[in-house]
């Protein structure tokens, strides 16, 4: 997963970046200049990069679009790979047929590789079956706001859908919490690479609740929890959204 716009170190105003998700090693890895104050502009977050969310208070019929964010990595030769928190553009459509489930992933400014659409696309489709809902007249558009990058790997794609179906419920999450984790086709949360340094990113970021998969990678080493900071281990979606949202997943 690649994200530039935030990172446990700071980007000086020009960089070349070598970016890729840390989950996906099969994904060639490649060198691209990367301007902060380009990305900046083309988020629109020129005031202390603050999340600019949008949250649906009832259940939603019309479009509605809010930043998603999401952890990753960014590695670089011959050093540890770099945390970073970045953002998605999402876009979400409750429409008044039901013919069926769409989601659109945009191929510019950024894109999304093969393997992080299929499980963003499955990801969404487990959440609603284990919310009870069905996504049958959902659309969601989601783009990539950082021109030239490409996220690769799973591990957004619990963030992802738990933003969908929060926005169908009508819930919010705060814009100070977080998630990385993928979803398996019975609801759990399974592990990821790299969280001790997703965590530390997340921090920088000023992100207080960090909800990781309860089932630790084998790569990762043992780390500490930052001062101020609340990592929430989870095995379920329902542990997820409540983590993230205050909220059941399943209406009582």
Known sequence: MIATCRSARWLMPTATMRIRESEDMTAKSTQIPVR?????????????????????????????EQLVPILGVSPSRGEEPTGVVANLLMSFEQRDDSSGFVV??????????????????????????????????????????YPGLTIYGDSLSGMVALSVVALA??????????????????????????????????????????VVPAQ????????????????????????????????PLHDP
Request: net charge negative.
């Open 169 to 210: 419920k009508g819930d919010a999450i705060a814009p100070d919490r977080v998630m990385t984790g993928s979803v398996t086709p019975e609801g759990h949360i399974a592990p990821v690479g790299s969280v001790p340094q997703k965590v530390e990113a997340a921090n920088h970021a000023h992100m207080r609740r960090i």
């Open 104 to 145: 659109i992933f945009r191929r510019e400014p950024g894109r999304f590789s093969p393997l992080a659409q299929t499980a963003v696309h499955q990801a969404i489709l487990r959440a609603a079956r284990v919310a009870g809902l069905s996504p049958d007249s959902w659309t969601v558009v989601l783009a990539v706001p």
């Open 36 to 64: 902060l104050d380009r990305v900046l502009g083309t988020l629109g977050l020129a005031l202390s990069l603050q999340l600019a969310v949008t949250v649906a208070t009832a259940a939603v019929h019309a479009h509605v």
């Open 216 to 247: 630790v990678d084998t790569g990762d080493s043992d780390w500490e929890t930052p001062f101020l900071v609340q990592v929430s281990p989870v095995g379920s979606l329902s542990e997820a959204y409540e983590a993230l949202t205050d909220q």
